[in-house]
């Protein structure tokens, strides 16, 4: 996946197109031999790596770029789980059939998008751009108004704002009929627990989908280790059966829907750069409903008996080690 795209950008460059390209290190460095930014830049592609890792002990390398961006004139952008890695287009099956999520922007809705880029890439490569020039309308001039609203968000370890956890609580706080969930990693703390559990208590249905096929095994036990407590509450969980789930997805009431990097987990909301889009939009929220519902298709409901096993010691000592996870 990742020569396509650079044979693409290539292809771009040489039309004289401006691309700018930019990966997490830490990320990528089981996969990408050293130094690989050198030969993206001998492509004519302008490239920055973010936080590049160094082979010594600091809290730095802790913090990673998690975020999926890529704009396109400045009017179209694209978010979502997507990484560049043959996995995440099933060209290369490690953890049986991956799914996940992306979500498409046309217009105005793309200018945090690009904003949140360019604000990560002017901390390593200083340019002096005046963001006024990457604004939407520089290359469509006009736009169709959609029914409801859209906004891309970030979420960054750098401040005391918890944007992501946020506004998962406060969806699940709001909700009156339902909350629907898909998330890879569901490791949470106590107040989102409690959240949860009151949803439900007031008549909220909460069905929570998670891998069927982990990526992460020692995760997927601590992932596990919640579902008795909250199932016992009502709170449905179910298991991708075909393989493993990346998606990340919250809806609520289906009036509301947010798509993007966020996990359940304390690495999203806690120590990695992020991004999602929330959306009121009601033709889209069908589109995300449906592919809800597909997903649900294919997964095993959890029974609370079934769940028991999930309950041991070693369990709950990973959930003491859960914010390092």
Not at 20 to 37: E, H, Q, T
Not at 170 to 189: R, S, V
Request: charged share 25%.
């Amino acid at each position: 996946m990742l020569d396509t795209i650079l044979d693409l950008l290539k292809q771009k460059v040489d039309e004289g197109v401006k691309v700018r390209f930019m990966y997490d290190d830490v990320g990528s460095v089981s996969y990408l031999p050293f130094n690989y930014d050198r030969k993206i830049k001998e492509l004519g592609i302008d490239c920055v790596v973010f936080n590049p890792f160094k082979p010594v002990l600091s809290l730095a390398m802790n913090n990673r770029d998690h975020k999926k961006i890529c704009v396109i004139d400045s009017y179209i952008g694209y978010s979502g789980g997507f990484n560049l890695a043959d996995e995440y287009i099933n060209a290369k099956q490690r953890f049986g059939h991956w799914k996940d999520t992306g979500i498409r922007l046309e217009g105005e809705g793309v200018w945090n998008l690009t904003t949140m880029f360019l604000t990560t890439w002017n901390a390593y490569k200083y340019e002096n751009l005046n963001y006024e020039d990457f604004k939407p309308t520089k290359y469509h001039p006009c736009f169709d108004k959609q029914e409801g609203f859209v906004v891309a968000y970030g979420d960054s370890p750098l401040d005391e704002e918890r944007t992501g956890e946020n506004i998962y609580a406060n969806m699940i706080n709001q909700a009156k009929e339902e909350i629907l969930i898909m998330t890879p990693y569901f490791i949470i703390d106590d107040t989102m627990k409690k959240d949860l559990i009151l949803a439900r208590r007031k008549g909220v249905t909460i069905k929570i989908i998670t891998p069927g096929i982990p990526d992460k095994k020692t995760v997927y036990r601590v992932t596990r280790s919640y579902y008795y407590s909250l199932i016992k509450e009502g709170i449905e969980f179910y298991e991708y059966q075909p393989g493993f789930l990346h998606a990340k997805m919250v809806i609520c009431d289906k009036r509301i829907a947010t798509v993007g990097t966020i996990n359940f987990d304390y690495r999203s909301f806690y120590l990695h750069f992020e991004c999602n889009v929330m959306l009121t939009q009601p033709d889209t929220i069908k589109d995300i409903l449906d592919d809800f519902d597909e997903t649900l298709s294919l997964s095993k409901k959890i029974s609370q008996d079934y769940s028991r096993r999930f309950r041991g010691f070693f369990e709950a000592v990973l959930r003491l080690f859960a914010p390092l996870l």
